[in-house]
């Protein structure tokens, strides 16, 4: 960093770890510079996230399944009725049920074991 002042090299005080204010001095005239640093983490592991999916047989099989969907994914964010219902409208038998965490899927899961259904997750990239 250059110094404002007299255009000498500013390091930073004491460095430590990043924060969002960093006090650089001057090395020349001991000028001190508040700057306000942003640091991106790269090296944070992503979380897996999954697509659900619902097959239903036939139309009388889908009238069953969309009552169970809906009481499974009823406390789930993110989860929309208003997408389902279009995809149960439209006579759709492969119902495309959203994106989800790796907490959200566990909790899925054993709310769907609950009502007998089957929902089929693919982890995506």
Same mark, same amino acid.
């Given at each position: ?8 090299? $500013? *390091?930073? &005080?004491?460095? +430590?770890?990043? %924060?969002?204010?960093?006090?650089? #001095? ?24 999954? $697509? *659900?999916? &619902?097959?239903? +047989?036939?139309? %009388?099989?889908?009238?069953?399944? #969309? ?59």
């Amino acid at each position: 960093m250059i110094c404002e002042k007299c255009s000498g090299d $500013a *390091a930073r &005080v004491e460095p +430590q770890a990043p %924060a969002a204010m960093e006090l650089y #001095r001057c090395q020349k005239c001991g000028h001190e510079i508040w700057v306000r640093t942003h640091y991106v983490q790269s090296a944070l592991p992503r979380a897996a996230v999954y $697509a *659900a999916v &619902v097959r239903a +047989q036939d139309t %009388a099989d889908a009238k069953k399944l #969309r009552l169970k969907v809906a009481r499974v994914f009823a406390r789930i964010s993110g989860f929309s009725l208003t997408s389902l219902d279009e995809q149960f409208a439209q006579g759709t038998l492969v119902w495309d049920l959203g994106l989800y965490s790796d907490s959200e899927k566990h909790e899925i899961v054993e709310a769907s074991k609950a009502v007998g259904l089957n929902i089929e997750f693919q982890q995506q990239e």
